[in-house]
């Protein structure tokens, strides 16, 4: 059984930075890229930031380009986001993501995902 568990999601003013961090465990995920999404309320779930899983390639949202950073762990399976100068559209539920068939900035094409982490951005 495949699992990826997100923490470090909270609430921060803006200007800020946080953490999240994605667990997967269950299965190797070598060679295969991970990724986070965002869905705020009333919006559609959008890709944030993908990685393959050597970290040599890194993958962004033109809206969060230059303040996130995608990183992994491949010795503890773990997937990060480091996010920096966090604006008020920021604000939503983050998703992490593993082994992506065709497009990785499409949601559909994401085969396991995490419950969710709430990142709430206070203007």
């Known amino acids: 059984q495949v699992q990826l568990v997100e923490s470090g999601g909270g609430l921060v003013q803006a200007g800020g930075s946080l953490r999240l961090s994605c667990a997967a465990s269950g299965r190797s995920f070598s060679n295969y890229p991970m990724g986070w999404f965002r869905q705020a309320p009333g919006k559609e779930r959008e890709f944030v930031a993908a990685?393959?899983?050597?970290?040599?390639?890194?993958f962004y949202a033109d809206s969060v380009k230059g303040r996130f950073t995608i990183s992994s762990d491949n010795a503890e399976n773990m997937v990060y986001l480091q996010m920096n100068s966090l604006k008020y559209e920021d604000t939503a539920v983050y998703y992490c993501?593993?082994?992506?068939?065709?497009?990785?900035?499409?949601?559909?094409?994401?085969?396991?995902w995490g419950q969710g982490t709430q990142v709430t951005v206070s203007s």
């Open positions: 993501a593993a082994d992506p068939e065709g497009d990785y900035t499409v949601p559909t094409s994401w085969g396991y």
């Open positions: 990685i393959t899983w050597s970290g040599s390639s890194t």
